[in-house]
């Protein structure tokens, strides 16, 4: 079945350095992406989006790029503060098929250490 | 201030005894979803509704039922719930136009469901 995946449950990195976090999905039909944050006892929010017809895009220190040949997403936030610290999720769209259904990663856990 | 409003925030239950989680937007939005948050499993689908009395199945509807009798709320439905539906529950609302859940998604505090 369809599914999308981060490639690592956890990742530690210094205040101040950049942090990349990945995503690995496996329908090629998917076409919207989305990135979420979650910090401990809220709810997801919304961090920046890219379509299929992109390969990247930036908003304030996040970056998303996509590569549909392998099927990858990554989020990259520059010069990462603990206040980055949190779960982060990404979720596909098939809007042309199966419009309305979202599917989430299971989630990266980004540590910011002071 | 826009907002996805759940109630109640945490609820303990026994099974079998019927129970209604509300969600209500004050953003005007058409397409409301809900989600369940397990361990390792990420968030999941429960139901989606891309507009008023316009519902469908996600990834994990089987036990839950929802209604949208008007655009504000997507109330969700456990007729019977059992203990494998303890779990966090987060409902969610965006404006239409892409299918799902898009750049104006907001997401609810959450509800976390004990079933004993």
């Known amino acids: 079945g369809e599914s999308v995946g981060l490639h690592l449950p956890t990742l530690s990195v210094q205040e101040g350095d950049n942090s990349i976090i990945n995503c690995a999905y496996s329908?090629?039909?998917?076409?919207?992406f989305i990135w979420y944050k979650q910090e401990s006892g809220k709810g997801p929010q919304f961090i920046i989006d890219i379509r299929s017809n992109m390969d990247k895009r930036q908003g304030q220190r996040v970056t998303v790029l996509l590569n549909k040949t392998v099927k990858h997403l990554s989020l990259q936030i520059a010069a990462t503060q603990p206040g980055d610290s949190a779960v982060y999720f990404c979720a596909e769209n098939d809007d042309n098929t199966n419009a309305g259904k979202s599917t989430f990663g299971d989630g990266t856990t980004l540590t910011v250490k002071p | 201030e826009a907002q996805v409003t759940q109630n109640p925030r945490y609820l303990i239950t026994v099974t079998g005894k019927k129970l209604t989680v509300t969600c209500s937007q004050n953003?005007?939005?058409?397409?409301m979803s809900w989600y369940r948050q397990d361990p390792g499993l990420g968030l999941r689908q429960i139901y989606y509704?891309?507009?008023?009395?316009?519902?469908d199945k996600g990834d994990v509807p089987e036990g839950y039922k929802v209604s949208r009798k008007e655009k504000r709320n997507f109330p969700l439905i456990l007729e019977s719930p059992s203990p494998n539906q303890t779990s966090l529950y987060f409902c969610a609302s965006s404006i239409a136009g892409t299918g799902g859940l898009n750049t104006e998604a907001f997401f609810g505090q959450g509800t976390r469901l004990t079933v004993v």
């Open positions: 953003m005007n939005h058409e397409y």
């Open positions: 329908n090629s039909a998917s076409d919207y």
């Open positions: 509704s891309m507009n008023v009395e316009v519902t």
